[in-house]
């Protein structure tokens, strides 16, 4: 079995930062592509960020790219989600997952962690 559990979220001023962080434990998931998506009330659950295993190539959603910036380090279990020039759109509960496959779509993530909250004030 896998764990994921997010970390770091927490209320910001819009332009601020905010860095999230993944550990997982369990079954290794050193072979998965990990990826970020976010929930915010009454939306769909939509991809934000996505770094592969092999390559550490990396994908993002077009609301975040050029703001967010996604890292793995297998040393410590984790991958990191490094958040700049929050805008209050970005407000959401933010989910880790791993998966086999690199996709956007939630559907080819098998493990997912509790999420954790991020609330940008304007």
């Not at 009454?42 to 996505?50: D, H, I, M, Y």
């Not at 959603?61 to 380090?73: E, N, Q, W």
Request: net charge positive; hydrophobic share 35%.
């Amino acid at each position: 079995q896998v764990q994921l559990v997010e970390s770091g979220g927490g209320l910001v001023q819009a332009g601020g930062s905010l860095t999230l962080s993944c550990t997982h434990s369990g079954r290794t998931v050193n072979n998965y592509n990990m990826a970020w998506f976010r929930q915010a009330p009454g939306k769909e659950r939509e991809f934000v960020a996505l770094i592969g295993w092999l390559y550490g190539n990396t994908l993002y959603g077009d609301s975040v790219k050029g703001r967010f910036i996604v890292s793995r380090d297998y040393a410590k279990n984790t991958v990191n989600l490094r958040m700049n020039s929050l805008k209050p759109e970005d407000t959401a509960v933010y989910y880790c997952a791993a998966g086999a496959g690199f996709t956007r779509a939630k559907g080819g993530y098998d493990y997912w962690g509790q999420g954790t909250q991020v609330t940008v004030s304007s």
